[in-house]
């Protein structure tokens, strides 16, 4: 198995070197594909100078799916994996992708922050169809899986490219696997916190419910099961919000501004996933991805 490690980053750099460091000690021979930007860092420098980064692909666009796509293009090797720059892996890291891909199409294992992480993966099933949840920064795939059953990452998508892609691969009939030994831990021992910005995370109401509604129309259709999960997850953050208001944590306006942008973020991803579900009436349910005709990199740095 030649396998190329595709590693997203942006404004990262100090956690990006100890994520390109663990890939040296326990993947050396491992492809390594740095996807940047558009940082303002000094990340790309510091890329530059190690002879253990392959190839370096510059971007203009924030979203993480264009970064990821944009990586996968690059990528040569006959299996793929996703790694964020805040994640470091760990011992046994790529047996466990080897073993993983040598089951299914797909593998994923947990993301650990001290002795907190998962200890199995999520699934769900949804229209008949089981679903199995992967964390889009530790993932790993057969090229072929990744590039013709998926055609990539939505790039219509902010927020939520892991799952929509979780979605398509269980309605094409492939599997993720699980592997305990594809551990990633992620350090903060710069006090940054997390990850950079690379577009709107789940607090972001209206980004978040457009993600859902848009991939669950897209995937599924309009059935009865799309509407009923995605009032449920806008009911459930609507009772959260409720309890944060009556214990003085949030003003009503801010509930009122919250329930607005669910709304809207339902009603906008659900007429465009209908829209992306007629325009892609294939198994991989995807728009907006590999093989639409667009330039993601400004600049490619390859040493290969």
């Not at 691969?169 to 997390?194: C, K, L, N, P, Y």
Request: with cysteine; aromatic share 6%.
């Amino acid at each position: 198995m030649d396998l190329s490690v595709v590693v997203p980053t942006l404004n990262g750099r100090d956690r990006l070197t100890a994520s390109l460091d663990s890939l040296a000690a326990r993947a050396p021979d491992a492809e390594v594909v740095v996807v940047n930007g558009p940082s303002a860092d000094g990340t790309t420098g510091m890329v530059r100078e190690r002879a253990d980064v392959d190839v370096l692909v510059e971007v203009a666009d924030r979203c993480i799916n264009v970064a990821r796509n944009a990586g996968v293009v690059a990528a040569s090797g006959d299996a793929i994996a996703l790694l964020g720059f805040d994640l470091r892996i760990t011992e046994g890291w790529i047996d466990a992708v080897r073993d993983g891909l040598a089951a299914a199409g797909a593998v994923t294992g947990p993301v650990r922050r001290g002795d907190e992480g998962d200890d199995a993966p999520e699934r769900r099933r949804i229209a008949g169809r089981d679903v199995t949840y992967f964390d889009g920064d530790n993932v790993a795939f057969r090229a072929a899986t990744l590039r013709e059953t998926l055609d990539g990452f939505d790039e219509y998508l902010r927020t939520g490219g892991a799952r929509d892609a979780a979605h398509r691969i269980a309605g094409a009939g492939g599997e993720v696997a699980w592997r305990d030994g594809m551990a990633a831990t992620r350090g903060d021992d710069d006090g940054s916190g997390g990850p950079g910005p690379h577009g709107p995370d789940e607090q972001n109401r209206r980004w978040k419910y457009r993600s859902l509604s848009y991939r669950l129309a897209k995937n599924y259709g309009p059935r009865p099961t799309v509407a009923r999960r995605t009032l449920s997850h806008a009911f459930g953050d609507a009772a959260a919000a409720a309890r944060a208001v009556l214990g003085g944590e949030a003003s009503p306006s801010a509930w009122f501004g919250n329930g607005r942008d669910v709304i809207a973020g339902i009603a906008r991803g659900g007429a465009d996933g209908l829209v992306a579900r007629a325009s892609d009436r294939s198994d991989t349910r995807n728009p907006y991805g590999l093989s639409i005709e667009t330039e993601r990199a400004v600049a490619t740095y390859d040493r290969r």
